[in-house]
DNA sequence: ATAATAAAAGACATCAATGTCTTTTATTAT
DNA sequence: ATAATAAAAGACATTGATGTCTTTTATTAT
């Protein structure tokens, strides 16, 4: 796997909020984490990471929770692997060779480097309502998670 | 980065063997991990499992070392992947979603696919030899490690 | 103002990948 | 046979990703 389990959370938690704030209720961390199975400390900081970076809103209080709007639908994936992950790891050398760039290739380096620009170019140009508006539409039950 | 260190290690090690080794002679772990900057004993290890898997050969004691024949030549990036990795690990769902296969695909599924097919295809059909007679002729310096 | 609520923050725990150190085993030269 | 050599093996350490628990802060309803 390329992502990681951080981004995981970080992409189930936004749909998960995307899903059921059809009203624009406020939705609680203890109801993603329970519904997601996922750790509920460890999504709070992951949501407020998100929140930090603009991809979230939340309120504190009764009645707060999180929730998101229109812009965050537009966000592709990759605004969400900014947040979560290391940006660099996308382009580094695959076989950690000491210089490995245009100029001073590895061997596999031309190879990698075409099939890491398509990869790229999805999570750049995939966003979070192409996720939820895809070919089968996504229900809430597929976004739980998968324990790896 | 989608290969693991170990994997970068492994790939590392074996080019040395195979670009030093032009007389019969065999090379030590610790002229190795040395002319590389690896860690001499976690190489060492690596360099094991590999053995263990019939791609180097060791002989212990004096004038001892590693080794390697043409079938290590011919051997796939895939090969080492397999000492080094878990396979499975190619094939998971990158949003780990509960379910994802081709019946249930996650929203980023096919696309994914097709990329982790092409990765995959890379590792297969490159060998070793491919790494050592690529366009530009690889030098040893070229192998030290990033420090990554 | 006060109490209740929910996110934010911080300290600590666990686990897998990576790295180090010491002891054991096999081989070779004397 | 013995000593020297080099890999193999095992125990332990470190680190970053992941996960847990407790305290603090902001907000709201009363």
Tied chains: 1, 2.
Excluded: W
């Excluded at 992950?85 to 382009?91: A, G, K, P, V, W």
């Excluded at 290739?105 to 620009?117: A, G």
Aim: one cysteine or more; a positive charge; charged letters at 25%.
């Amino acid at each position: 796997m390329i992502l990681s389990k951080t981004f995981g959370y970080a992409i189930r938690g936004i749909l998960y909020i995307a899903l059921v704030q059809k009203e624009e209720r406020k939705v609680q961390i203890e109801e993603i984490s329970e519904k997601l199975s996922v750790p509920r400390h460890f999504l709070g900081k992951i949501l407020q990471e998100l929140v930090r970076n603009g991809l979230l809103t939340s309120v504190k209080g009764p009645n707060g929770g999180f929730s998101l709007g229109e812009n965050t639908l537009s966000k592709s994936l990759l605004d969400v692997y900014r947040t979560t992950d290391h940006i660099e790891q996308l382009t580094q050398c695959e076989l950690r060779f000491n210089q490995c760039d245009k100029i001073h290739p590895c061997p596999l380096h031309d190879k990698v480097q075409q099939i890491r620009e398509e990869f790229i170019a999805l999570l750049s140009k995939t966003t979070i309502n192409d996720l939820i508006t895809g070919t089968k539409k996504l229900q809430l039950h597929n976004i739980a998670t998968t324990g790896v």
